[in-house]
């Protein structure tokens, strides 16, 4: 019983820091059709910024956060302003939208992260916070580990429930349904779309604020993450918030599990195994919109 | 007067003449590589190999520059982005030999880079000391002109075995990166630990870019070993020392090979660290040529060098100095040189046998109160070694 | 055979010879880039053929081309080179056929990312193979064939991949594909076989792009899966065939050389600020040239082109009209 509780808990613990870097990944494509494939990036960047703060400045990394999201969402804005709105406004397909967003995902991949080399250099960086154990029901799991999982939970919930209750949400929702119904009905897409890019952002700085507590920090450690977001919310469903905290959860407990009962190398094969067999037993994922 | 004039002439002619060949002694000493400064090799080629390059080309021109058979000339490094991409590598290297055709070449990081590298070396016959270069694989492919200036697996392995069974270890549990050097040492470990009469109770291999190996560290640590000895990379590394303080695992030795020697270890994990062991060649303590090193390091990089391959990377560098004064910049007769002589370098004597560095022993170090010290062999050691390693703290 | 298809088959022989005088021309170094320009030439066409034209974007490059370099790795101690190369894009291609028919049901942001969960799967299958069945990560190729070599091999399979698709293009068969991408169930109620017909384009980019691996691996004398299952060769193949105008044959050539001049370029010109440059670029590409850099050559010769093909596509479904 012990066993199978560590494991699933671990799987869990995992699980969930994948579906925490998948949230915002998730919200841009959902809404807006952005194959944002730079979100790994902005990840890197909110870890570099909790680093800078918390060793050149002695602040604590929990209470930086929305600090983070805020920075974040601002840059998000910007970024939404310069480089995402005018391919809204002048493509003549849907799919034309995403496979040029999808290539100005690459241009900001290639931007964002020479610039960290360029800023920061190639060496890896590190900082430990809340790294002390916690003892639960006979195992003992990181305190770092802990509070990233709960944030992922929590934030996934809280964006279920924002979707679902409030005014901001029904219109993010109705924008997904039918973009000309909702115009029709009054949604300004010019004040919902920033802001959902930028929450977006936002929330991949903030994983990746907590993430750097716990793991190493290079300016190429976000592409490792976008790829994980990727295969979460394709797994989950695109666009769907359940699907992504129920993907993430999925692939830490198949990873988990797998890991035990045959070896760490196949892991891998594991993940992916999984991820394609969903995928062709269901084309639009766990949780099809 | 038109003599006068006509010798006046001729005067200033010989006159100006005679300063041009002075002039034409001072061109530089071009030396090419391609080194990674973006990419997955990145990381660990600035920590530990291009830092190296700067500064000693710096020092060298200081001190009137590089002595080429007695006659000193300033040292003009040609160095490019290699995109940690072999077919990068390659190209770069042709540009360098083939077509700038730089005097001197110094290698790029990592195996992988280095095996892209050979051909063109032995192509264009420029010798080459690899100090992030390890393998069989690689020396068996027996390039006259590349040397592997950093101790190969089987010597790393067996120095560990020793090591351990001086303090009557009799089980270990070992897991590697599914890489070819974790293969590599893994083989060299497992010959070693028989011979020297370890068992091995569990072993498990793992991919590079895992992000939670606690699964792994459990059944470990339910089996109940007396060595932990991880044949790892830096990003496994910092995660096993994580987790393996996070389930309490207390092994009597707890030994990772790659990471452990980068001063963001300690940085990162602060005093956690105490008791971790792993591959290291040399500390400021070892030698006062050391503590010159690293002294000289953190005043121009502002940041300390590893203390392991960062060494190694100097001593390359001293033992090309070294070569470059006695052959000159004749590519054969430098590699003869190269080949042929016992140097004297900042990890001690330095000489190599069919282009492995045979002079540097096996080390194993632990990290003490904020030092990686060496604390095997006996004759290399900055400090005895804490064993049983302390609990986590 | 069309005057349109002749002349584009002269114009490739003519290319293929000035371009085989090169090694005799040429530095190693600008043998090199040559030979990086052909890579990308060769992938960025092929890609286009299938994905260009039906708008399935396949991220599943990198799967072919490490592919085609394993099976180089595998077969060079016993086979010649000449017979690895086209065995590379073999093997490639039956893999793909066997992935088509299971995955091109699948659309749009799902299809891409299965072909790129697809590369990592070869990957770190081949991996676990690879060291749990041979006890080694890597493998190592002596004696690799002269540059010269190289360089023609890889000549010979872009000049190839051209034609090809030139061919394909001037065909029904690549107006079913064509078709299959402005509305692939009108085409299929109009009688073409949607499934076979994806799945034989589907097959025939993977076989170039897995001979080009099984040529270029010979480069690079040490054979891992990290480097050769690398997905930064499926995006480069991607960005470049966007961007020169993935529904064109000529934007993807010009594309991929002037990508891989410029990348070289600045990178051995601006040490650290290139790909920085590069990012921006293709930032500004992509928003101010929508049509991608074919509808540089002028839009009258790609809509005269298109009219052509459409006229040609109306009279061809509909030959009772």
Not at chain 1, 142 to 158: D, E, H, Q, R, T
Not at chain 1, 248 to 266: I, N
Not at chain 2, 127 to 146: C, D, E, H, Q, V
Request: glycine share 10%.
């Amino acid at each position: 019983m012990g066993l199978w509780f560590e494991l699933a808990a671990s799987g869990l613990i995992t699980g969930g820091i994948y579906a925490l870097v998948a949230l915002g990944l998730n919200l841009q494509y959902g809404l807006m059709r952005i194959m944002n494939i730079s979100h790994g990036e902005f990840l890197m960047l909110g870890a570099y910024l909790t680093w800078l703060a918390h060793t050149v400045f002695g602040i604590n990394p929990v209470a930086f956060l929305p600090v983070v999201a805020i920075v974040l969402f601002a840059l998000g804005l910007v970024i939404y302003r310069l480089c995402f709105l005018r391919i809204a406004r002048t493509s003549s397909s849907v799919d034309a939208i995403e496979a040029r967003s999808l290539l100005i995902g690459f241009g900001l991949m290639y931007l964002v992260q020479n610039a960290a080399y360029l800023a920061w250099g190639a060496d890896m960086r590190g900082y430990s916070f809340l790294s002390e154990s916690v003892e639960i029901a006979g195992a003992r799991f990181a305190g770092n580990n802990l509070l990233a999982f709960g944030f992922a939970v929590a934030a996934s919930l809280a964006m279920l429930a924002l979707l679902r209750w409030t005014m901001f949400g029904k219109a993010v929702r109705a924008m997904m349904q039918s973009p000309t119904g909702a115009q029709l009905v009054g949604i300004d897409t010019r004040v919902l779309h920033p802001m959902v890019f930028g929450a977006g952002l936002a929330l991949a700085g903030v994983a990746g604020a907590l993430l750097s507590m716990i793991y190493e920090i290079t300016p190429g450690m976000g592409e490792p993450y976008t790829v994980t977001a990727l295969i979460v919310i394709t797994l989950g469903g695109l666009g769907s918030a359940a699907g992504c905290l129920a993907g993430g959860l999925l692939l830490g407990l198949v990873e988990a599990f797998g890991m035990h009962f045959t070896s760490p190398s196949l892991k891998m094969l594991l993940s992916y195994g999984v991820f394609i067999g969903v995928l062709l037993a269901r084309p639009k994922g766990l949780f099809a919109r | 007067m038109h003599r006068n004039t006509v010798i006046k002439a001729i005067a200033a002619a010989l006159f100006a003449a005679v300063p041009a060949p002075a002039l034409a002694q001072d061109a530089p000493v071009r030396i090419g590589y391609a080194i990674a400064r973006t990419g997955p090799w990145a990381a660990g080629a600035q920590v530990s190999q291009e830092p190296n390059y700067i500064m000693w080309a710096e020092q060298v021109n200081a001190a009137g520059g590089l002595s080429v058979k007695g006659k000193k000339r300033k040292v003009e490094l040609v160095g490019f982005d290699d995109r940690s991409e072999a077919e990068t590598v390659v190209r770069t290297y042709e540009k360098l030999m083939g077509s700038d055709k730089v005097d001197l070449i110094l290698p790029p990081w990592g195996t992988g880079a280095n095996f892209a590298v050979m051909p063109v070396v032995q192509k264009f016959g420029y010798p080459m000391i690899g100090p992030t270069a390890t393998g069989r694989k690689l020396l068996s492919m027996k390039n006259p002109y590349f040397f592997a200036i950093l101790q190969q697996p089987d010597l790393m392995m067996n120095a560990l075995a020793e090591f351990l069974k001086a303090r009557n270890t009799k089980t270990a549990a070992v897991i590697h990166v599914d890489e070819l050097f974790g293969l590599e040492q893994f083989t060299a470990l497992e010959a070693a630990f028989k011979e020297k009469g370890i068992q091995i109770v569990e072993k498990k291999s793992y991919p590079l870019g895992v992000k939670d190996l606690k699964p792994v560290l459990n059944d470990i640590k339910a089996k109940n070993p007396d060595a932990f000895v991880a044949l790892s990379y830096p990003p496994d590394t910092f995660l096993l020392t994580a987790q393996a303080r996070e389930i309490a695992f207390n092994p009597k030795a707890f030994y990772a090979s790659v990471g452990t020697a980068f001063p963001v270890y300690r940085d990162k994990f602060g005093p956690v660290v105490e008791g971790v062991m792993g591959l290291g060649t040399l500390n400021p303590k070892s030698s006062p040529a050391a503590k010159a090193y690293f002294d000289a390091h953190k005043a121009r990089h502002n940041k300390e060098p590893d203390r392991w391959a960062s060494a190694h990377a100097w001593a390359a560098l001293q033992v090309m100095e070294q070569a470059v004064a006695k052959a000159g910049l004749d590519r054969k007769a430098l590699r003869d040189a190269i080949a042929g002589s016992e140097f004297d370098t900042v990890i001690g004597k330095v000489r190599f046998k069919n282009g492995e560095n045979v002079a540097t022993p096996g080390v194993v170090s632990q990290w003490q109160s904020g030092e990686f010290e060496v604390v095997w062999p006996p004759d290399r050691a900055t400090a005895p070694a804490f064993f049983p390693k302390p609990n986590w703290k | 055979m069309s005057h349109d298809l002749r002349r584009i088959f002269g114009l490739l022989l003519a290319a293929g010879a000035v371009l085989a005088a090169l090694p005799w021309l040429a530095s190693d170094f600008m043998l090199s880039l040559a030979l990086t320009c052909l890579l990308y030439v060769g992938l960025a066409v092929s890609w286009s053929m299938f994905s260009g034209a039906t708008n399935y974007l396949s991220l599943a490059t990198s799967a072919f081309f490490g592919i085609g370099a394993y099976v180089t790795a595998w077969g060079f101690e016993t086979l010649p080179y000449a017979v690895v190369v086209p065995l590379g894009g073999l093997v490639a291609a039956a893999f793909a056929a066997l992935v088509g028919a299971a995955a091109l049901h699948l659309r749009g942001a799902y299809f891409a990312v299965l072909t790129f969960g697809l590369g990592e799967l070869v990957r770190h299958a081949i991996t676990y193979g690879e060291k749990t069945y041979a006890r080694t990560v890597g493998r190592v190729i002596a004696d690799a064939p002269e540059a010269t070599t190289v360089y023609f091999t890889v000549l010979l399979v872009a000049l190839l991949a051209v034609a090809v698709c030139a061919a394909v293009r001037a065909s029904r068969f690549g107006l079913a594909l064509a078709g299959i991408g402005s509305d692939e169930e009108r085409a299929q109620t109009l009688g073409v076989n949607t499934r076979r017909t994806k799945i034989l384009g589907f097959t025939l980019a993977a076989f170039f792009a897995g001979a080009l691996g099984a040529a270029m691996a010979v480069r690079w004398t040490y054979i891992e899966p990290a480097s050769v299952f690398n997905p930064f060769i499926g995006f480069q193949t991607v960005l470049i065939a966007m961007i020169g105008g993935a529904q064109t044959l000529i934007g993807p050539i010009a594309s991929a050389v002037v990508f891989s001049v410029m990348t070289e370029l600045l990178r051995l010109e601006f040490p650290y600020a290139y790909l920085i440059t590069l990012g921006v670029l293709l930032i500004l590409l992509v928003l101010y040239l929508p049509g991608g850099m074919a509808s540089l050559f002028g839009r009258d010769m790609a809509s005269r082109f298109g009219r052509g093909i459409a006229a040609y596509f109306r009279r061809a479904w509909r030959p009772n009209a």
